[in-house]
T-cell receptor, first 114, second 115 residues
Framework: DAGVTQSPTHLIKTRGQQVTLRCSPK?????VSWYQQALGQGPQFIFQ???????QRGNFPDRFSGHQFPNYSSELNVNALLLGDSALYLC?????????????FGDGTRLSIL | DQQVKQNSPSLSVQEGRISILNCDYT??????FLWYKKYPAEGPTFLIS?????DKNEDGRFTVFLNKSAKHLSLHIVPSQPGDSAVYFCAVQNAGGTSYGKLTFGQGTILTVHP
């Protein structure tokens, strides 16, 4: 039973560039959430996708956008990269609107901005 | 404005003793509380959870306690083992409404268990 998989594992970009991160949810899950974890902090919620629509969004600028595909996989796009975007980006999957079921996380993509 | 706080950045305990990790939250509308464990270079792994209708949940060596009046959550690990050394995050979630499914995390506590 495959868990949540993310690619790439590491990525180095320069300021102003654009990046796309990818996530495949745990088998059977239909909802994908994205989190940003800065060094020494807990993960912060970016947004959540279900049925190919953004269902909720955290306090992140429009430079952060996403997409969900019919097979439930998801992409996170970040435009006009800033130094402060350097972080670990985590993808989590779950069942939509199923109470008391924990989200399962991937191992993340480490994004470094030079 | 931090809604979830873990005030101890680190905790060091001896193998075999009890580890107690604490977490405070501000919003009484949260109704599902979780603990995740994170090893370096890995994603957070779900450990144990509790709903707001309970005050205790136990799973093997791990017990979570919820004090709703104090808005306080704690995780007890007994006995502690060196393999428990990791970063522990508490997280809260609304089980319904417009914020359903959004996890809000604390800053984490680094637990070190010495042999």
């Amino acid at each position: 039973d495959a868990g949540v998989t993310q690619s790439p594992t590491h990525l180095i970009k320069t300021r102003g560039q654009q990046v796309t991160l990818r996530c495949s949810p745990k088998s059977g899950h239909d909802t994908v959430s994205w989190y940003q974890q800065a060094l020494g902090q807990g993960p912060q919620f970016i947004f959540q996708y279900y049925e190919e629509e953004e269902r909720q969004r955290g306090n992140f600028p429009d430079r952060f956008s996403g997409h969900q595909f019919p097979n439930y996989s998801s992409e996170l796009n970040v435009n006009a990269l800033l130094l402060g975007d350097s972080a670990l980006y985590l993808c989590a999957s779950s069942f939509w609107q199923t109470s008391n079921q924990p989200q399962h996380f991937g191992d993340g993509t480490r994004l470094s901005i030079l | 404005d931090q809604q979830v706080k873990q005030n101890s950045p680190s905790l060091s305990v001896q193998e075999g003793r009890i580890s107690i990790l604490n977490c405070d939250y501000t919003n009484s509308m949260f109704d599902y509380f979780l603990w995740y464990k994170k090893y370096p270079a890995e994603g957070p792994t779900f450990l144990i959870s509790i709903s707001s209708i309970k005050d205790k949940n136990e799973d093997g060596r791990f017990t979570v306690f919820l004090n709703k009046s104090a808005k306080h959550l704690s995780l007890h690990i007994v006995p502690s083992q060196p393999g428990d050394s990791a970063v522990y995050f508490c997280a809260v979630q609304n089980a319904g409404g417009t914020s359903y499914g959004k996890l809000t995390f604390g800053q984490g506590t680094i637990l070190t268990v010495h042999p």
